[in-house]
Structures are given as structure tokens and as C-alpha cells.
């Protein structure tokens, strides 16, 4: 009787030690799992991160070229066909040249600023 009692509980352990072995398994699985939805999830970051950055400066450059060239129509006084003139050849010369369009736009507030002042030196002169 003792003997069958051993038996039991050998069989009751092997049972028991494969179980174990078997949920080993099936949790190493799934801390491959979550290993890779871990290294997944900082990819898309990364990716988010590389994907944004680049839109993020370009809607920047946008933004500040846009200001430059409202500056410029202020200073200029410029009627809505001047101001579209002006922000083509702003945009023709960003193209063409070493400067961007944003440069040339800022070019072009300093050119009627200075001809603004020596307007208006003219006629306090010639007073």
C-alpha cells in the first residue's frame, strides 16, 4: 500500500512539475509578447517623432514666411495684386537664389521701410 501511495504522488509531482513547466512556457510567451508590443510601441514613437518634426518645421516656415510678407504689404501699403506680386516674386526668388523665401520677403520689408524713410525725409525736407 505504501508503494501505491508513492506512485500517486510521483505521478501527482511529474503532473504537477509539467503543468509548471507548461505555464513557464506559456507566461515566457508572453513576455515575448509584451517585449515586442514594448519595442513596437517605442518604434511608432520614434516614427510619430520623425514624422512630426519634419511637418512641425515646415509649418514654421510657413508661418514665418507668411508674417515676413504681411510685414511687407503693411510697410508697402500694398493693395491686394501688389501684395500677391510681391509674394510670388518672394517665392521666385526663394527658388532661384542662395536665400529662402522668408529671407527675400524680409529683403523686401527692409527695401520699402528704407524707401517709406526716404519718402518721408524727401517731404520733410522739401518743406
Known amino acids: 500500500m505504501a508503494s501505491a501511495v508513492l506512485e500517486i504522488v510521483i505521478r501527482a509531482t511529474n503532473q504537477a512539475t509539467r503543468a509548471i513547466e507548461e505555464t513557464k512556457k506559456q507566461m515566457q510567451g508572453l513576455r515575448t509578447v509584451g ?67 522668408k529671407e527675400a520677403a524680409d529683403a523686401m520689408y527692409y527695401l520699402a521701410s528704407a524707401f517709406q524713410s526716404f519718402i518721408s525725409n524727401l517731404k520733410t525736407s522739401n518743406s
Open 35 to 101: 517585449d515586442t508590443l514594448l519595442k513596437t510601441g517605442a518604434m511608432m514613437t520614434g516614427l510619430g517623432v520623425a514624422i512630426a518634426t519634419p511637418i512641425g518645421k515646415a509649418v514654421k516656415t510657413f508661418m514665418s514666411f507668411e508674417q515676413a510678407m504681411k510685414n511687407v504689404a503693411v510697410v508697402a501699403g500694398a493693395t491686394k495684386e501688389e501684395f500677391e506680386k510681391l509674394e510670388k516674386a518672394a517665392r521666385e526668388m526663394g527658388k532661384k537664389s542662395v536665400f529662402s523665401a
